[in-house]
């Protein structure tokens, strides 16, 4: 029965990361924001993390804890999975610090980056070494059981440092933020990912107390980051204006409309398309049908000259330069 029920949170874990994924590859794809391909990364690496140092780590240590294996045999085991993951965690970390800055429009210098990974890539090696070291000799149990119990604390600390430098940015310089929804956005971002992460640190120091609570760290290691993905995207959803027309003056846009003879129902479709919607979303939102759509999209496209959305907001923004010449 036990089995079953981990088996069940396993399937429910890997769904949840690969969720994650998805969501924030749909939102990179839709919106083109140059932050959410970082955001899409931390996802997939910090996915990757979670099934070699986590899940194979969970999955390994059952099995031979049902063969009644040593304690420094699972251990070492645990351990050797855990390197097997760190890397991903690394670059995961990093993709959520400059995540944080480029929602803030800045970017890492060049010796935070450097910086960060040989502190991070050192603490990587000895890990390794001292692991090697200890499995040449027979140290006992309890000198083991305080070398895990050091590595637990250790990953902790470095978890909370990374989150302190990455959220402290956006709660700092969010307020430097002009727009007042999106600064609301990235404070909301910001202490949702603070909620995550204290819950998971909390199963992540009870799962070593017994495999039930084990097997809820995982579902919280994989579904914890659903809730800021999920507000991120709703975000976007409803305050997200296109890059080629937020700063568009409308005596600019009337002469564009204009200059190419665009109608009403095409201005509308225009707009439409540069906020980066599917045809099925402009039918929606619209309220025609999907044909109606193509129809009007192929009349813009004629009186354009163009071939796709991309040389239409180009377009649009190449008409905006010369009026402002």
Known sequence: MHNILFIIIIILSICAGLYTILVTY????????????TYLYFQIFIN???M???????????ILQQQESSYQTIETIGHF???????????AWYMFIRLCREIIEKKLSRAFNLGYFFSLIFIFFVYGIVIVIINLFDFGDEPYAFFSSAILWLFAILEVLVLVVALSQLLIYAKEIKDEKRREAAQIFAYLNLFVFCVRII?????SENNTLAAVYLLVFFSGHIPPVLYWRAYLKKHFIAPALQDIAVLTM????RE???????????????????NKEISEALFISLQTVKDHIYRIYQKTDVKNRVQLINLIQGFKGEEKE
Do not use: D
């Not at 749909?26 to 391909?37: D, F």
């Not at 999975?81 to 670059?91: Q, V």
């Not at 190419?260 to 599917?278: A, D, F, N, P």
């Open 26 to 37: 749909q939102m990179n794809k839709k919106y083109r924001l140059s932050y959410l391909s």
């Open 48 to 50: 990757v993390f979670g």
């Open 52 to 62: 070699y140092g986590i899940l194979g780590q969970s999955i390994v240590k059952r």
């Open 81 to 91: 999975f855990s390197i097997l993951g760190i890397p991903f965690l690394i670059f």
């Open 203 to 207: 199963f992540y120091f009870l799962a």
């Open 254 to 257: 009337k002469q564009f409309l």
């Open 260 to 278: 190419y003879k665009i109608s009403k129902r095409e201005e509308e479709v225009i707009r439409q398309l540069c906020e980066g919607k599917t």
